[in-house]
């Protein structure tokens, strides 16, 4: 039985040039049935010519579930299971902290807390932690959820934010249909997953609007993720932020920034969010010295508040706090920065 429905896929793959297959309600199953199910898929795909054919699974559960099934971490050294997995650790946290929900909202602290904690365990699987982001599909709703995240009553600058972030994190994104329409769910009260499965067809008289605000945000961000390599394969450091200029320290608590920078090569971009809705910041983000000696320009190539600025890189002696301890450094590298209450900016180097 297990053959017949690998040759099955094998054939669909064939005949109708699929480039990729998600498969559903991938921790029900065995984890060797699925490296098994990985691996033929690959390799056929392979040998019809398909170099990047892409295997990624649902796996509604804990980072230490999904690493059952990915990759180097199947469960034997023959092969490899499915290539990436849907990102539900980033899912349980990002809209939590982008719109402090809950009684205890998490702090931005836990986004850097689960992307440094991969790091830690793929350091053995990997030659670099900018290599990661395949190994994840990223998303902030889907199908399966009661609410959209776009939900009635959610500031479009929340939307904005998450899909900024979205893209601009490690991982490959993943967009629900009717995000870039604005849709917001049923709003009769149903409290199931139906509630984000409306139709985006015959509610309004044009369905598909490529003028929408939402739209041309995602199209803008899109277009610059795609333009920059850095935003898809760079590295990924969380970024220490300051409100003077000197003293320098990880972002934390609900309504913080999240704050961290990308780097591929000698090429490093900023990317800052304020999570507060009614709090403004200016202050400085930490950036690479060795990379951005004093007076290098940064533009604002993104901004959900439409900001248009540029920035100068300054080098001087600072203080960096971190897990309790103080380092007086001679010279650290910071970058000013001025954002808007639950505004999002990229900025990438003149």
């Not at 999002?344 to 180097?349: D, E, F, G, K, S």
Request: overall charge negative.
């Amino acid at each position: 039985m297990w053959i017949n429905l690998v040759h099955a896929y094998q054939y669909l793959m064939a005949k109708y040039d699929i480039d990729g297959y998600r498969i559903d309600t991938v921790k029900y199953a065995r984890a060797d049935m699925i490296e098994t199910f990985g691996n033929a898929m690959r390799e056929f795909a392979q040998s019809a010519g398909k170099r990047n054919f892409f295997t990624f699974g649902e796996v509604y559960d804990s980072q230490a579930m999904i690493d059952r099934f990915v990759g180097r971490n199947a469960p034997s050294d023959q092969g490899f299971g499915m290539d990436s997995e849907l990102d539900f650790p980033l899912f349980f946290l990002l809209p939590s902290v982008i719109k402090a929900l809950g009684p205890n909202p998490p702090g931005v602290e836990t986004i850097a807390a689960l992307f440094n904690n991969r790091n830690i365990a793929e350091e053995g699987q990997i030659s670099s932690h900018g290599e990661a982001g395949k190994y994840f599909v990223s998303f902030i709703d889907n199908h399966d959820q009661n609410s959209r995240f776009n939900a009635p009553g959610t500031p479009p600058g929340q939307v904005t934010m998450a899909l900024a972030l979205l893209f601009s994190l490690q991982g490959i994104p993943c967009v629900y249909y009717g995000t870039e329409q604005g849709l917001q769910g049923t709003i009769d009260g149903l409290d199931a997953c139906e509630s984000v499965r409306e139709a985006i067809w015959g509610n309004t008289p044009n369905p598909f609007d490529q003028t929408s605000s939402f739209y041309t945000s995602l199209k803008a961000i899109a277009k610059l993720r795609k333009a920059d390599p850095a935003l898809r394969y760079g590295r990924l450091y969380f970024r220490e932020v300051s409100g003077n200029g000197h003293d320098f320290g990880q972002s934390t608590g609900s309504g913080g920034l999240i704050a961290f920078s990308r780097i591929l090569s000698n090429r490093e971009v900023i990317v800052v969010a304020n999570t507060s809705g009614s709090n403004r910041f200016a202050g400085a983000i930490l950036c690479d010295v060795d990379l951005n000696r004093a007076g290098k320009t940064f533009n604002v190539a993104y901004s959900n508040c439409g900001t248009v600025a540029t920035s100068k890189t300054s080098v001087a002696a600072g203080t960096i706090y971190a897990g309790g301890s103080s380092s007086s450094m001679p010279q650290i590298a910071s970058l000013p920065i001025v954002l808007a209450p639950s505004e999002v900016q990229i900025l990438t180097p003149a």
